[in-house]
């Protein structure tokens, strides 16, 4: 694995060291960390929105339509544009949550130049530049798209740029056009060079993080972990000033359940019992729930996102809102899950349970050759990420969507069947079981996670992406987040 430095767009909170970015810069599929949510431990079914096993859902076709017959397809195709070009950045299966800050990037791009044109229905992101009157709004979407893109990741500008030159052959020639598109350059020249101002790029030092990064550490702090033993990739993003929150340790949880506690024990042979390679005691239906969920989350979001604007006939620029609150909030997860990733740098399962005979709780026992069911991905434990961009995405969901429900298409990892969800708490409760099913997190990291980026996902979605004055304002409050997470308030 070669080291790079970070992209430009993305800073460093001043007052804290760079740290050295292990892999590829610019990302699209690093494995996001997080959905949680608590579930009685113990055999059970794969839960759904709605009562019984999880519903199994075919996913919309959204091929590109014409720009006259859906205007909001050209959102839907840059967002495919997008993934494809990050994943070209980083690979598919980067174990880290990177490519949410890239998504997150592209779509409030897209958002600013749609919301510019067409007035007086939601607020932009940091901007307040409107476009001349006529200016289409279609191809300034496309034109902000391309520009992230193309300065994010020049490697890939010659396909970017025949992209560009066929999404604009789609749309009408003219005045509109042209102003469109030169209104989304601005758009996101004005996005990136807001990211520049607030900070630079890091200067690697090599600092390990946390300290040591070695096989050689008291109990309860993270080290690599087999079968790679990779060092904790991807360290920068615990300092990238977020693009929402105030500080990537604005909403910090407390730390783990103590080593000595009773908590920490039930977890432990919880997830021993439940997450083992072999001879654990799942079901055929769990093991499918932990490799359904073991993927790219960011990438199943992404077409959840598509399917949900096809289905729902949502217009151009209520497709480009759902794109930037959902990735935008995503991306600040991240950030903030890598904050107390690195603040706690706590050890995995798999180093936990072999090691067990060390951690002084007289509760635990060791087992020396464990192995879970997925492979540890390379960075620490607590929270879990998965849930906590799961349970961020889908309480922003709630408030974009104006809905309780959420009616959303999750695609399976390898062209498997999709499963649909209605109610966020089954999702979460289905992401946390999956993740200690997997025998990668502990259920107090699922919980904390997904509760953490519930708050997460309220407090940014009540600030940013609103409806303008002159629009007609949510009715409904969002359900909190101990509802989103399916969790008893104070669990």
Not at 165 to 181: F, I, T, W
Not at 228 to 254: C, G, K, V, Y
Not at 293 to 313: E, Y
Request: with cysteine; charged share 20%.
């Amino acid at each position: 694995m070669r080291d790079s430095t970070v992209p430009s767009p993305f800073r460093f909170v001043r007052g804290r060291r760079p740290v050295t970015v292990v892999a590829t810069a610019l990302a699209l599929v690093g494995v996001l960390t997080g959905t949680a949510i608590p579930a009685a431990p113990g055999p059970a079914a794969p839960r759904s929105a709605t009562t019984g096993p999880v519903a199994r859902a075919a996913v919309a076709d959204v091929r590109p339509l014409s720009a006259a017959a859906d205007p909001a397809a050209v959102v839907r195709d840059w967002n495919v544009v997008a993934a494809r070009t990050i994943d070209e950045g980083l690979g598919p299966t980067r174990p880290s949550g990177q490519t949410a800050l890239w998504h997150g990037l592209v779509a409030v791009a897209v958002y600013n130049a749609v919301t510019g044109i067409e007035r007086n229905r939601y607020v932009p992101y940091r901007w307040r530049e409107s476009a001349p009157r006529g200016a289409s709004a279609q191809a300034a979407a496309v034109a902000a798209a391309h520009r992230v893109l193309t300065e994010c990741f020049p490697a890939s500008r010659a396909r970017l740029d025949t992209a560009y030159a066929e999404s604009l052959a789609g749309l009408p020639d003219g005045h509109a056009k042209r102003q469109g598109a030169a209104f989304g350059e601005r758009a996101a020249g004005h996005l990136l060079a807001l990211r520049r101002h607030e900070g630079g790029l890091p200067r690697p030092d090599g600092r390990p993080v946390p300290p040591g990064g070695t096989t050689e550490q008291p109990p309860g702090i993270w080290r690599p972990t087999p079968p790679r033993n990779e060092a904790f990739i991807d360290q920068w993003l615990s300092t990238t000033h977020p693009m929402l929150l105030t500080s990537p340790a604005q909403f910090r949880p407390a730390g783990p359940p103590s080593l000595t506690s009773a908590r920490y024990a039930r977890d432990l042979a919880e997830i021993a019992a439940m997450g083992a390679r072999t001879g654990s005691r799942r079901t055929p239906n769990q093991t499918e729930t932990a490799t359904f969920f073991g993927g790219n989350l960011v990438a199943q979001f992404q077409s959840a996102f598509r399917d949900h604007s096809v289905r729902h006939r949502l217009d151009l620029v209520e497709t480009a809102r759902l794109f930037a609150a959902g990735n935008a909030v995503a991306a600040d997860t991240v950030i903030a899950t890598w904050d107390a990733k690195r603040h706690y740098a706590f050890w995995r399962p798999i180093t936990a349970i072999r090691e067990a005979d060390r951690d002084g709780n007289p509760r635990t026992r060791g087992v020396r050759d464990w192995q879970p069911l997925l492979d540890t991905p390379p960075h620490p434990e607590y929270i879990a990420g998965h849930a906590t961009v799961a349970g961020a995405v889908t309480q922003a969901l709630l408030t974009v969507l104006g809905s309780p429900h959420l009616d959303l298409n999750l695609p399976a990892p390898g062209g498997g069947t999709a499963r649909h969800y209605t109610s966020a708490a089954h999702l979460n409760q289905d992401m946390t079981d999956a993740r200690v099913w997997a025998g990668v997190h502990f259920r107090s990291s699922d919980i904390t996670g997904c509760l953490t980026g519930a708050r997460i996902g309220r407090w940014t979605t009540a600030r940013y992406f609103r409806p303008s004055d002159a629009a007609v304002s949510q009715t409904r409050p969002p359900a909190g987040p101990e509802a989103v997470c399916g969790v008893h308030s104070g669990k």
